[in-house]
């Protein structure tokens, strides 16, 4: 991608779209948002869409015969349209709405226990994943190896948080039936290289499923070169509401795979003795889905395709380079995962020499700063690095280098405060 | 909200010079408590010596609330009577429930009424909490193999 100088992006303008981003906390202190990766802010063009939705269109969608619900479900399905054209979806009916992405990925996992045939996990077939994996893309391989008998193997990764690729061809073999691992680690930031990691996987027969929830709200995407066969993300780490994740995954697959919960809209017909079950994305669709919340995360998807994902994605590297140079400066402490702006997200977690994180925390929040401290979900790559918890700050669309600023002031008092170290 | 409300000297002397920490032999229940949200770890042991709380010992990892909260609660119980140990916890479970509007008895909770600012700041209660939760466990346990008089007064106190 290009690199989008900060002369045609203008943070300060794009900061005017987020009304929260001028709050001010106890104490009068300006609010300084470094938590994006946890959850992101969102822009007035979604808090007004989601409301709009319920003050003028509300009604369910697929089976209301009314002009409400007509509307509802145009509303719906256009989301659809537009999480299909942003991810490069080469079909709308590639794309499930699920409720965030940990369920997209216990779907997958899932129904890839439940199918029948080559496709199924069974004893003695193996799940490959990384030590570097949010908890929601480890639990549900655990569940499913625990349930079939399946093994379940990971690849490390190296002191600087990138994954140990010689282990790939003994780690990815015949026996391999998924590979699914993180494009953007939560808490190291590292990116890593799906696409390498798809071609062993596909060499030898297995599907690969990836968590992008860091990355589709900050690099541009395209599932169809991408080399996943799965892809999960959630809608509000993108400008867009809670409630609403998506899996896209490759037509014909999700059309040999069997359901995962069971309910309204995903069938095709019910009789009490059995049921058929309707097609791709309906059959992953049980029950009312979160319709305003997929109006929202279209609208979303609007904004981001509005200041260009390229131009995101350059913004992105750039206040991360800068916050990495500064925390740097900082005596006492330690970067967990990459140091230098090269194949890295948005998210920075550090130790502070004798200050838990915690601590460090809460004494950032007393100035207005806000950070997430504790394990990130993240506790086995925590213990690969020898860490039992960290501070960790993350950058959006809407992040200033003065805030980050603020962030190593706050660092500095917060040695002051505790004695120094 | 005051950054020195939650953390006042006595917490930050503790949580630098942490009171009975380390594990010690003999013991007669140990556990293993963490805390799922942030991962905060603690292995807490109980000495029981009839009715008396020998000692407790600690290996902990966290911040300087749960730190700090481990190393008041041994200052308080060890040496006490089980039924007098069980009704400071009483208290300072109330006291870090009351969201700072209970008013705590110094003479009874001594440094821990430190802790009364920590309860307005409902994000680290659990923290506050850690350490006494694992001694109240390992206790229960401990009793379970001992005579029937400290059976009696952890029954009155749950």
Known sequence: MSTVSQATYDVVRVRKDFPILSRQLAGGDQLVYLDSANTSQKPQSVIDAVSEHYQVHNANVARAMHQLGTESSQAFEEARDKVAAFIGAPSRDEVVFTKNATEALNLVANVLGLAPGDLGVRAGDEVVITAMEHHSNIVPWQLLCQRTGATLRWFDFDDDGRLDLSQLDELVTERTKVVSLTWISNMLGTVNPVSQIARRAHEVGALVVVDASQAVPQLPVDVATLGADFVAFTGHKMAGPTGIGVLWGRRELLAALPPFLGGGEMIETVALEGSTYAAPPARFEAGTPPIAQAVGLGAAIDYLRDLGMAAVAAHEREITAYALARLGEVSGLRVLGPTEAVDRGGAVSFELAGIHPHDVAQVLDSRGVAVRAGHHCAKPAHARLGVQSSTRASFYLYTLPEEVDALIEGLDHTKRYFGGS | ?158
């Open chain 2, 1 to 158: 909200m005051s950054l020195d409300m939650l953390y006042q000297e006595i917490i930050l002397d503790h949580y630098k010079h942490p009171h009975h920490s380390g594990l010690r032999e003999p013991y007669d229940a140990q556990v293993h408590h963490v805390n799922p949200a942030c991962g905060d770890e603690i292995t807490l042991r109980v000495h029981m010596d009839g009715d008396t709380v020998a000692d407790v010992s600690y290996d902990a990892i966290g911040c300087s609330i749960s730190q700090a909260s481990v190393s008041v609660l041994g200052d308080l119980v060890i040496g006490k009577e089980l039924d007098e140990a069980l009704t400071v916890q009483e208290e300072f479970l109330t006291l870090m429930h009351g969201q700072g509007k209970v008013q705590p008895d110094e003479d009874r909770l001594e440094d821990a009424v430190a802790f009364a600012g920590v309860a307005r700041f409902p994000g680290r209660v659990k923290c506050a909490l850690l350490g006494w939760m694992a001694w109240k466990d390992a206790t229960a346990q401990a009793v379970a193999r001992t005579p029937a008089t400290a059976t009696a007064a952890m029954e009155e106190n749950s």
